[in-house]
């Protein structure tokens, strides 16, 4: 298709947090590069005039890369990416030797290659301790030798960019030579303790986890949801104005994706969490904003933000479940669906069907208002100019239910990328 929008290229892409992030600015994604089939298809149901390619970084170049998003010779705008970065983490040990960090020179590489006007890559607050700054500072050198000038790189709370979730994340932004390179964006809003403390007083302050999630029904009332992840309701409360962005109610002037068609009405990402009577009585003796004894979950407080958003790890690293936050008001762990509203992600927006995966999937990803504040930095710098565009439609549902084996399969992979997972009892 012709794109008449500011064109990006996303590596590294997950679901797309990033890619929506930089819709929402006025970009077009017309490539994405994402390693696991599963995460692959859910970013193909939801961007679906982008080309995602499933595949190893190492096997994809700029010319790959053109081909699939058939721009020819057209200059590139941006190209994204988080390298992902579980080897600079806070939490646990950080490992210079992780194989993980040697995609960082992959993103290098293929900016080398495709040359585009711009490059923002994201990574962990981590990436900035100790002898990790080295790997930062030679990346940057590499960015320079290339001939691309960076400003110094920025850790951006997102909680000062209207997200519900205290989450700090490290950005670094090349303009190719010649172009100015864009500045970091300021805050428009303030920031909540936990408990709902306000850091100051000079902005608005961010959402609140009220906001984002107290519209939403309680979904133990739906029996369907204890083996799927969808039910047609209208049992929604009044939303806030977060939850009414959310929820896509009015027309934003600030937003400026291309809209999807979906049925309000239908609550997704939502499939329940068995408890036992124990973990549930537990649950309910827990105060808000303070961590459950046993299982160390965080009960969210209704006038603060939520803890970090964590993703666990992929089978190939142990398959560990991340501690999933209490919901204020309910005696379980939120949702996915209230995860994706504490990140920022729309209501038609959807994630892989079991729980496992969109939490990974929400936990991994850029919150999207972070990624689009980002985004319109980069998009002010071109010059370009909002494009209003109709309506598309979503992709095939059939790529939200995959198993590893047959998104393995959809992608033509003819070997196992990701290790068989041994499946907890709740993990569907």
């Given at each position: ?286 105060n808000p904003g303070e961590t459950e004894k046993v299982s160390r979950f965080k009960k969210l407080h209704p006038d603060g933000v939520s803890n970090t ?120």
């Amino acid at each position: 298709m012709e794109h008449r929008r500011p064109i990006a290229i996303d590596l590294f892409a997950g679901a797309g947090g990033l890619s929506l992030g930089f819709e929402q600015a006025g970009f077009d994604v017309v490539a994405a590069v994402e390693f696991d089939p599963v995460h692959a298809a859910v970013h193909e149901y939801n961007f679906p005039l982008c080309n995602v390619i499933c595949s190893d970084i190492n096997d994809v170049n700029g010319t790959i890369l053109r081909d699939k998003a058939e721009i020819g010779d057209r200059d590139i705008d941006v190209v994204i990416g988080g390298p992902p970065c579980q080897g600079f983490s806070m939490i646990g040990k950080r490992i210079l030797s992780d194989p993980r960090n040697d995609l960082i020179e992959q993103f290098i590489r293929i900016v080398g290659e495709l040359r585009p006007k711009y490059f923002v890559m994201e990574n962990v607050a981590g990436l900035t301790v100790g002898d990790h700054g080295k790997i930062l500072e030679n990346a940057i050198n590499a960015f320079n030798e290339m001939g691309y000038d960076t400003n110094e790189p920025r850790i951006l709370q997102a909680m000062e960019y209207g997200v519900p979730q205290s989450r700090r994340r490290l950005f670094l932004i090349g303009a190719r030579e010649g172009l100015d390179v864009p500045e970091y964006p300021q805050p428009i809003t303030t920031g909540r303790s936990f408990t709902g403390e306000l850091e100051n007083e000079k902005l608005p302050p961010c959402p609140s986890v009220e906001d984002a999630i107290g519209d939403l029904p309680d979904v133990d009332e739906f029996e369907s949801l204890v083996k799927r992840d969808w039910v047609r309701t209208k049992r929604f409360g009044e939303p806030s104005k977060y939850a009414r962005a959310m929820r896509e109610m009015e027309d934003s002037e600030e937003i400026h994706s291309r809209p999807r068609t979906y049925d309000p009405n239908v609550l997704t990402s939502s499939m329940r969490t068995k408890h036992t009577k124990a973990s549930i009585d537990r649950f309910k003796k827990t105060n808000p904003g303070e961590t459950e004894k046993v299982s160390r979950f965080k009960k969210l407080h209704p006038d603060g933000v939520s803890n970090t958003l964590r993703a666990g790890t992929a089978s190939d690293h142990g398959a560990y479940t991340a501690p999933r936050p209490i919901h204020p008001k309910y005696p379980r762990v939120i949702t996915v669906r209230e995860a994706a509203r504490l990140h920022g992600y729309p209501d038609w927006f959807r994630f892989h069907a079991t729980k496992w995966n969109g939490f990974r999937e929400v936990g991994n990803s850029v919150p999207p208002p972070l990624a689009k504040a980002v985004g319109s930095s980069i998009f002010d710098k071109l010059g370009a100019r909002h494009e209003t565009e109709e309506p598309i439609e979503l992709g095939n549902p059939e790529l939200l239910y995959f198993t590893q084996q047959e998104a393995e399969r959809y992608y033509g992979i003819k070997e196992r990328v990701i290790p068989q997972r041994t499946r907890k009892k709740d993990d569907q």
